[in-house]
């Protein structure tokens, strides 16, 4: 296996396949070089001399400036690299040249997927238990637990999911009315089998307005769907079992079909990246994103400050000016939330992130924004916004992870695609895929990881995007994710306001 790659013939860096100790010699692109510095897996070093204040270029574009003078050879990151960014920026419409974008032919597969009877496909036949208000999440656990004791392999469900969250009460104004919204988009998931949405009384989100917003949503379905305020039953818990009762009886004679690859609807995220981020997982994130939209299925992008610095290759492929503009809109309103909290927009990677050799947030961003591939951005979506249209979509959501997998989840992504360095955990309540970055950490966590995007290191890409389009059809027909096996879900809620 090679020891470093350079990953365009515009740039000035390479980057360290695995840890390489000083002293090594390297041959890049036909130039010869010798370490000076020990350059850990994922990070960056110079390919030439670099003048102080020069532009770093990596993936093609700038990644920052230098802050001092760099030797060919030595190690660039934080402690001699800086971000270029500063402010909100004017944009242009400039389409991208049609030839850059990937050309994908037409798969007549199928995957057995649910047909729900509001013409949505769900991937999960799930029963979901979503509370109103955070309070009576203690409640809901013994309600969960009562019913698996009566059906251990989770009756006629694929999984049983407590949407627990504290918020739905005490808020004021659009952040409640958030709340509210993303709880309900919850309830009308199309993995959704059968949902019980299990209220107190007395809170801020009240019942009659949950499922008012259902029905604007367009999938209430009383035969789907119970309804319990538990201040107004005398014993909550036995009325609840019964509920759930009636709607395992519901989903008694549900049946997987088969169905055209057009209706899958994908969310692209990372987390926990490390410099080998947009050098395997998300260029392979690309590869099947290209591939789904090709088949007039859907896949969202969101991590809005993880765009910044690389916006403007986002810009460029918006199918046309009233997507382009509503693009420049999501950047900017995105910059003026983190001005109207006097906090820094560029203040970002993580310590993790710098940890795995992300320096600055164009070099951060310009990886990331590879899950998208390289097809046309057809549209965006506002927070707890539903997917309108095929092919790729921009969603407003923040970076954080709990918070971006549950947008993308709440817009009827069936399935979340997660890539990470680092490793993480955490899943959002539909299934939710994590694909490692190198092979390290698949290894050394497999009980988080599903795939192992290292092998690209020693795989083709077409060869391994072909593997990995065949797993994900897998997983739309019912294998289950490791975050399925381990129970693993979750459900965060993006704050932006005052609690009384």
Not at 199 to 216: A, F, P, S, V
Not at 374 to 389: F, H
Request: hydrophobic share 35%; charged share 20%.
């Amino acid at each position: 296996m090679n020891q470093s790659i350079k990953l365009d013939p515009h740039d000035s860096v390479g980057v360290a396949l695995q840890d390489i100790l000083a002293g090594t010699q390297l041959t890049i692109a036909g130039d010869a070089i010798t370490l000076k510095d020990v350059i850990p897996r994922g990070h960056k070093f110079a390919l030439h001399d670099l003048a102080a204040g020069e532009n770093v270029i990596k993936y093609g574009f700038p990644i920052g400036h230098t802050t001092q003078p760099v030797h060919q050879g030595e190690w660039l990151h934080t402690h001699n690299l800086a971000t270029n960014l500063s402010g909100e920026l004017n944009y242009h419409y400039t389409p991208i040249d049609p030839q850059k974008i990937r050309q994908v032919p037409k798969d007549n597969r199928t995957f057995m997927g649910y047909q729900r009877p509001n013409g949505k496909v769900g991937i999960r036949n799930d029963l979901y238990i979503i509370p109103t208000v955070g309070c009576i999440n203690p409640l809901l656990d013994i309600v969960v637990e009562q019913f698996k004791a009566l059906h251990p392999d989770n009756g006629s469900f694929d999984n049983v999911i407590l949407l627990k969250h504290p918020y739905g009460c005490s808020q004021l104004g659009d952040d409640f009315e958030q709340t509210r919204k993303i709880l309900a988009d919850a309830a009308v998931q199309p993995n959704a089998g059968g949902v019980l949405i299990f209220g107190l009384g007395c809170e801020n989100n009240q019942m009659d307005g949950m499922i008012k917003t259902i029905k604007t949503l367009g999938g209430y379905d009383p035969d789907r769907m119970k309804f319990l305020i538990s201040q107004e039953v005398d014993d909550e818990l036995g009325t609840a079992l019964e509920m759930l009762e009636a709607l395992n009886d519901a989903a008694a004679n549900d049946q997987r079909v088969p169905l055209p690859l057009s209706k899958l609807k994908i969310g692209l995220k990372c987390g926990g990246s490390d410099g080998l981020s947009g050098v395997t997982a998300n260029p392979l994130l690309g590869r099947l994103s290209d591939f789904i939209t090709a088949q007039g299925g859907a896949t969202v992008l969101t991590e809005v400050p993880e765009m910044f610095g690389a916006e403007t290759i986002l810009m460029s492929r918006a199918k046309d000016e009233a997507v382009f503009n509503k693009t420049v809109a999501l950047i900017n309103n995105f910059k003026a939330y983190f001005e109207s909290f006097h906090q820094p927009i560029y203040e970002n990677p993580s310590p993790g992130n710098k940890a795995g050799g992300i320096s600055t947030l164009e070099d951060k961003s310009l990886g990331c924004t590879q899950k998208s591939g390289t097809s046309l951005v057809n549209d965006v979506l506002q927070y707890g916004e539903k997917i309108k249209s095929s092919g790729l979509s921009l969603l407003q959501a923040p970076g954080n992870d709990l918070v971006s997998s549950s947008a993308e989840a709440s817009a009827d992504c069936q399935m979340v695609l997660f890539t990470t360095g680092r490793g993480t955990p955490f899943a959002t309540y539909v299934p939710t895929v994590k694909v490692a970055s190198n092979s390290y950490i698949a290894n050394k966590k497999p009980r988080w990881i599903d795939f192992d995007a290292g092998q690209l290191l020693e795989k083709p890409m077409t060869q391994l995007a072909d593997e990995f389009i065949d797993y994900i059809i897998k997983v739309a027909s019912g294998e289950k994710t490791n975050n399925e096996k381990y129970g693993i879900h979750g459900l965060a809620i993006f704050k932006t306001g005052v609690t009384e």
